[in-house]
């Protein structure tokens, strides 16, 4: 099992952009499939994306996509989620999440690690 540490959300103006930010110890980063997903209030989690453990192969929620991208650092061990053109809609805590399975981390079923989360805020 890997621990994970999210970092990098906070308020932000509609239009402006964020990096999060996920750091993975405990094993082989380098082995598992990284994603990331959302959790709005009174919503159910959302499926945000995800990317292989070589940063090979990427799959972004289809109503993301465009505005949102993520991207690994193996050498440093963490995984990012750069979000731009921000909406007030986008306001959830986000969490991080990794698995040796890349289906597994898109299903979001069944996944081995979660973060705590970072909650970003975009006002109007």
């Known amino acids: 099992q890997v621990q994970l540490v999210e970092s990098g959300g906070g308020l932000v103006q509609a239009g402006g952009s964020l990096r999060l930010s996920c750091a993975a110890s405990?094993?082989?980063?380098?082995?598992?499939?990284m994603g990331w997903f959302r959790q709005a209030p009174g919503k159910e989690r959302e499926f945000v994306a995800a990317?292989?453990?070589?940063?090979?192969?990427?799959h972004h929620s289809d109503s993301l996509k465009g505005r949102f991208t993520i991207s690994r650092d193996n050498s440093k061990n963490t995984v990012y989620l750069q979000m731009n053109s921000l909406k007030p809609e986008d306001t959830a805590v986000y969490y991080c999440?990794?698995?040796?399975?890349?289906?597994?981390?898109?299903?979001?079923?069944?996944?081995?690690?979660w973060g705590q989360g970072t909650q970003v805020t975009v006002s109007s």
């Open positions: 405990g094993r082989t980063f380098s082995d598992i499939a």
């Open positions: 990317i292989s453990w070589s940063g090979a192969r990427s």
């Open positions: 999440a990794g698995d040796p399975s890349f289906n597994t981390v898109v299903v979001g079923t069944g996944v081995t690690s």
